[in-house]
């Protein structure tokens, strides 16, 4: 992420999240409706604790933008946390407030507690957990709801659906010869963001379960990103591959375990000739029938639908507590309990669009370059032009 | 990779190798014996095709040692190609060569050929093939061979081994209670680098049968690294996580569809309960009896044993040619065939291990500093003994 | 700026300011009062226009800091404009709201303005001015005030004096013998901030006659860094060089022309025998008897005092003003007048101060590692040590 | 430098330089010949030592380049040391070959000897001046000879002559109204690579005296960079200045210790009203008529020529040895001594011009992208032609 570049801020329970996102050209259309959009999926999802009802998140653009367009400048948004006002001692930055709740010391098993803890120094844990929340996600999704509206400005557009929670399972896939548009938008329509009905019921039946038992469920989903060009990313070295850039940015949201591009690790499992993705040429130029490769080969996109799943382990928040230490006595205790969700997938994937979609636009920005979205596109449109000509 | 950096250069077929590592403290034993030995494990396996007979590499240290200490100056690596005086005219530089060879015009589908070529204007696909091809990876090798010294000296140990051939799969893993050091050590025996005995023959009799009947196979490799204190990474910011830096340098490698942390996919599958590993203490400081996670929480090592996956596809270059398109009439052909591999899953560990080696070693450099081997290991001692007091 | 990063955002009549500073170790003592009190060091300074009334800038710490302590997350300051409800329909980001205020198309000679509107497409050249605009600077500032308090964890002090405004000179130099501490205090109490309470009245005179006169002053200023051990920066790749990192911050601050490190350009009029600091070793270790290369040798700090100069052109608002032309109709008119100061370089000697501290912070922590204060120390004590027995 | 990126290795007595230049698109003619050129022009002037004689460079390129056109791929060059075969036994990398050479003991003032001993713990000081030598220089100037080829593409070139050597200077300066290319001629015409041929004899006589005097001088130089379109750079982060980064690229030479824009320092000292280049328009679109600013306002080029200036401080290696100590007995000694030229500014000029290249084709490909030059070449002319239409 060199071109477009973005850093977040903000913790948990403080005031609010904060973003600056660097190097979106001038003239985008931009408003806080498409952001807020985002915003508002993310919080949706069959299987979310409480604080989704309090929050109901809604962007600010602090600066960047003018009169609904960029201006070239950095993009600056800030997203409140709607409970500050029962955290202001709790999370207050000043010295003179220290102690004005009870520190966390029953560090939680799969969270970055322990860890945290160690490596920061701290005693009290809620100084790594405030951070390392998905709350933090809320930031992504809303800046890469502007990288998306770069990204739709020429013709590219990301999605996900949700393909497992715990062990239900929809074999329907961008892969499988189904149209991503159409997944999607079933997917829309389901609260647990899967575009299967049926399997929808399975996957609500699984979360309802998991909920009276007191445990959480993961999941897996999938994001697809159509109209990308041949030609982002690079072959030439590695850190310029486009697979493994999504890779990167997908691995660099909370909770996720795993990523796979295509067919991924179904792939290594099959022989060679039946997952490669023959060349044709005809009207539109070359094309594929198949798509096992998810739109790249070689670190480089094909001109096929990009198409990339993540896997998210269960939220390790568990109303059924797993067994801790407490940080000062080491005495074995049950771990904390922070209010949390049974089941995040669906909101997940909303995060996942949100990663690709910096990622996608940071790689079109390093193909294309352009200042303005007149240059960008104009840029591009050489580009299409010429690949018309191959 | 920011504190240690790397670029690495060099054509397939052309005079060599090239590799600079930047940001290597002084003082570290460094002598071209580690680097030639993991170069010569990244060119055995079974399946492998005639090339690796033919090259045996060697690297030569060109600059950043001197009487076989690292000088803190950036450190570059030579490996010769040794077949390059067949490819004098075939990949000259001069322009007065120009057509020394016949162009490659049938794109291969699964490799970077057409997209590449789509990308860089380029009307023969060997300008493209002579970069993407798997060659390079033999640099990625030898500077993560100077990567594992670093770590060597802070007691650190990347080591890999092959989980699954096609359909042959070992369940053997270091997730799984074994010791990584023994599966490492009885994979090292094997010639296609598997722990597991009996699933070593199932994987050559799949390897026989794949080159008598003219397709590749892929598989998946397991990475660990062993002696990794709690507090390498951040939860802070998604593109310092740890797991994420490791699928991204994991994702870059040539033909690898997929990454996973811990127990990766699987872990989505499992309840919440199943999953985490619990937090004990005692004579040796904090200590889980699992380790699912794979040695990383919240994007931040853990102390455990960090365990990754990687899913290598089959090579896409079959002696069974694939429907391909000429480039320059758009004529429907067989794809080109450059002589290649029918599989390069154990050699693909080798490259993982470098890769990982190399993230680690800037982790190790982001968190304890250090411009020469002492201040490193008086930093980093300094920090393992206040581990001990947590 | 690596191991510490930061973006920053705002325009000059938007809501408001915003900074992000990704890096800071755990466990530093924070309030805005040192922040605050570097904010209004910045608006002072004989010369400077009406707004520095307006403003009276205060930060607000939004994130990375708990109970007067950093958490090692990213800090997030905000600066309010105190001036935005003048301005919340001109600046709007709504596009409701376009052409709330009147375009800006006259563009004004050595401003962004030209060179931006066409880089960006722009017809306004309010779109562009509003980020080029000094008041950004504010939140250079803000930032610089956190590294700062890093610094002075491990006795590295940062200040900065007025050596000349327009041809009022100050001879009085740290190079020159003075001690920068004692040159420091008589500038901070001067409203030129310069030392030399005879040149500061001369000062005075110049600016009076420029606003009397409708034009306006450059001048430069020197920043000195005390504490500084021996071994920042690197000599093994040009971007490590400390010099070359403190010249590209502070030539990165608005209206800054020429940067210099000790002697500078006098430096090179100088035959070689009389500006290298010879070497000596005492009770203290190694030390110089003299500082012509400002505290820098080879990219590598020594151990003295690292002092720069900075050469800020004259503010190219004038009252007085340019010949220009109307960005549509190219006709030749006078350039736009946007409100502005006479003279501001008192202020821009602060914001140097902090760019030098956000870039010795960074290469401190480069040097250091350390995720909480502690560590930092430790380890930084460890070297101090270690260059006792040197 | 993002979109281009380049890391140099090598030791002064090492077997040779590498370089690794990643991110030049396809599709450039390129040969050894410009790169040899440069690397000659390097090695002359007058005032030189010994070893100019000796080493006569020639690059080889090792990677990225086919048949005269670059592949898009790192390109990998290569300088041999021509007495390598007289240090095969003091620059071994074998620990066998340990204490072939005495150690040097008696650091250099003014250069990185001490410092960097201190910071990377060497006992031997050769350890770090093989590295901090004006040697790796001419890696830079390798590099930088094929970023002129790109830059060339699109009619920028980059020039440079010497202004002063000492105390002898010339007022010839592409601000005062010369024309660039001009000055660039008679610089190259003369030996002293100034274009006054009345000064050049000044600056031969100061040499000459230098020399019997044993002592060195120093000087600055200016570079020019012409073509190059109003847009490159940006105001909107410190960090995308072009000033700024042209800045730090100079800075990052050795021996600089003074970087200036368009009138600089001198700008400082006069009044606003005289030092902006007022803006009209006419048949080639916005023009100046003046150029004090030096090509760039705001931190973006407006389409003058980019004026830069730099100072090179005299070697610090004179024959006329300085005080230093031992650095194990700390006895007072004289400094050690190594072959050295007294007067190296005409050579520092060409390398000052290959880091103004290097940054200037960054930036370029940051605003224009392109992986071809075809594409790049498109990507310009589309923006040249919107500028006629402003």
Redesign the interface.
Known sequence: ???L???????SH?????G?L?GI???L????EPIDSDLKRRQKGYGRGGRMKIESDRAR?????????T??????L?VENRDWQNWERG??????????IEPVVR?R????????A?????QDV???L???SARETAM?VALGAVAKQLLLAVGIRVMSYVR?I??AYTPLSALGGHDPTDLFRAAEESDVRCPDPSVSGLMRQAIDK?MKE???????FEIVATGVP??LG??????R?L???L???L????A??????????E???????E???????GAPG?F?KTNF??GL???????MPIVLRA??????T?R?P????HLQT?E?ME?AYERSDVCAVPAAGVIGEA?VALVLADAL???????????LK??HH??ME??KS?
């Open positions: 992420m060199d071109r570049r973005f850093l977040t801020a903000g913790e403080g005031p609010g999240l904060c600056i660097e050209p001038a003239g259309a931009l408003s806080t653009i602090y600066s960047g933008v003018r009169y609904g367009l201006l070239g400048s950095p993009i600056c800030l999370m207050s930055p000043l010295a003179s407030d220290a102690g004005g560090p098993p799969g969270h970055a507690d322990l860890a945290g160690l490596k920061y120094g701290h809620r100084n790594i405030e951070r390392s992504k497992a715990g062990e998991a007191g445990y959480s469920l993961g999941g897996t041949a030609g690079s072959h030439t070295h590695w850190d591959r697979n493994a850039r890779s990167y940015a691995a660099g949201i909370q996720i375990k795993g990523v796979e591009v295509g067919l991924g690790f792939m290594s499992r099959r022989p060679g000739n997952v490669m993705d023959e060349i044709f040429h070359y594929r490769g998810g080969e070689g670190g480089i996109s094909n001109g896997a998210m382990k269960p939220i390790p568990l059924r797993l067994r801790s230490v080491h074995a771990a990663m920005l390093e193909k294309f370059g352009g200042d303005s979205l007149d240059e104009r840029n050489g580009y010429y690949l191959r």
